[in-house]
């Protein structure tokens, strides 16, 4: 199934916003095919909340305790994506998990950024568990987000050396530097229209 082109974008975070960041510049370069209409943080006190302001992008708080079960907290999310006419979402380091109807509503329009080579270390810290497995190499994952954990069609991976003297702290900021690179080529890939799925497949087409 081939992607229809879209240009409305809703960025879903929980932290520090880095990659939300990257997404904003590109677009500030005019090299983002499409435009960030709003900004979701799951903690108020993100870091990436700021940052969003600064960039004058509007920000809704959705914190899930002050929802009563996921339904409604799902529900909530897609209220304020709906009013921001969004059409595809980015998951940049939320922490939060998404429900069935969410990912319904948005099928094969989430993308989210993950800090292996899936479907290696799915889940929390994908970083600790390269680091207590013993890997050699690991990576970043930009993919589509289905009703699993990490479980999606891969759209992009890059590829970082585990070096023997790396700790959490280094490894994450080598990972980091490559998921700045990828999640905006991809994002761009998906909103101009350049990636079909089959089966399981993500083919990413030159126009
Ligand atoms: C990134 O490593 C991302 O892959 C992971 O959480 C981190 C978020 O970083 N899911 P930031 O908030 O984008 O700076």
Redesign the pocket.
Known sequence: MRILPASNVGVL?????????VILDAQARGELPGVVRTVVSSVGS???VLAAHGRGVPVAIHSYRNYPNQTAFDEAILETLRRAEVEVVV?????RVLGNRFVTEFANRII????SLLPAFPGLDP?RQALEYGVRVSG?TVHFVDEGTDTGPIIAQAVVPVLPDDTHETL?AR??EQ?HRLLPQALGWLLSGQLEIVDHRVIVHSS
């Open positions: 975070i929980s932290g520090r916003g880095s990659n939300m960041l993100a870091r990436g998951l940049a380091g939320f922490m989210n950024i993950h800090p970083v970043c994450a990972i980091l998921e």
